[in-house]
């Protein structure tokens, strides 16, 4: 069953605008992560926010965790051409549910340049 | 640096025939997986393995089986396809076990399986 929902389910924008992805749950987590996959490859991990933290940068990324919520952002400033992708968010379920890694469906980004 | 390296990348089965899709990673990886990625479903975990000698069922094991003989190895066992079975399937591994030590993901290209 899935455990992280992606919000919006495709997103269109222009080259240079900001793309913001949303993610909600349902169970206690011990991190969340976002991971890109380009078409026909496999996924790329991004990044990584453990439960207690609430933001987290990594270049043109930027993270958002809210556990109270049971939601994440993910958003990319100055989008390029090549951010083109699908992206997932992924939580880390806690012991109680088995220590399992569980994927959503995913957001489908086109940026156009 | 090969990462996770996929074999075959793509297969075409008759229901009711077997094979094994290969698995192998270079970077002593302990922990290592198998997930199955259908349209508008996401990835969904198949089996799991913390280490070599040791296996566990994921979310949708039913018609595959693993084992891990070696760290490098990992490869998944499709017992009578079935064309409930046809999807893309991807091998990942982790330094560590994740659930433990918040490490992320490696992840192969994906074998693209079409039952018939």
């Known amino acids: 069953s899935q455990q992280g929902e992606e919000d919006p389910q495709a997103l269109s924008i222009q080259e240079g605008e900001n793309a913001t992805m949303n993610c909600s749950y349902k169970?206690?987590?011990?991190?969340l992560q976002w991971y890109r996959q380009n078409s026909g490859r496999g996924l790329v991990h991004l990044i990584l926010?453990?439960?207690?933290?609430r933001e987290k940068h990594s270049g043109r990324l930027r993270v958002t965790l809210d556990t109270s919520k049971k939601s994440s952002s993910l958003l990319i400033t100055a989008s390029r051409a090549a951010d083109t992708a699908s992206y997932f968010c992924a939580t880390l379920r806690g012991m109680e549910y088995g220590n399992k890694l569980v994927f959503g469906a995913g957001t489908i980004l086109r940026v156009k340049s | 640096n090969a990462g996770v390296t996929q074999t075959p990348k793509f297969q075409v089965l008759k229901t009711g025939q077997s094979m094994t899709l290969q698995c192998a990673q270079d970077?002593?990886?302990?922990?290592m997986s198998w997930y199955r990625q259908d349209p508008g479903m996401g990835l969904r975990l198949i089996h799991y393995s913390v280490g070599a000698g040791i296996t566990d069922q994921g979310e949708v094991p039913n018609g595959y089986n693993v084992s891990r003989s070696t760290t490098e190895d990992f490869p998944l066992r499709l017992l009578s396809a079935a064309p409930s079975q046809t999807s893309v399937y991807f091998c990942?591994?982790?330094?560590?076990?994740?659930?433990?030590?918040?490490?992320?993901?490696?992840f192969g290209n994906g074998t693209r399986l079409t039952v018939t």
């Open positions: 970077m002593n990886h302990e922990y």
């Open positions: 990942a591994s982790s330094p560590r076990d994740m659930a433990i030590y918040n490490s992320p993901l490696h």
């Open positions: 169970t206690s987590i011990n991190n």
């Open positions: 926010i453990r439960s207690n933290e």
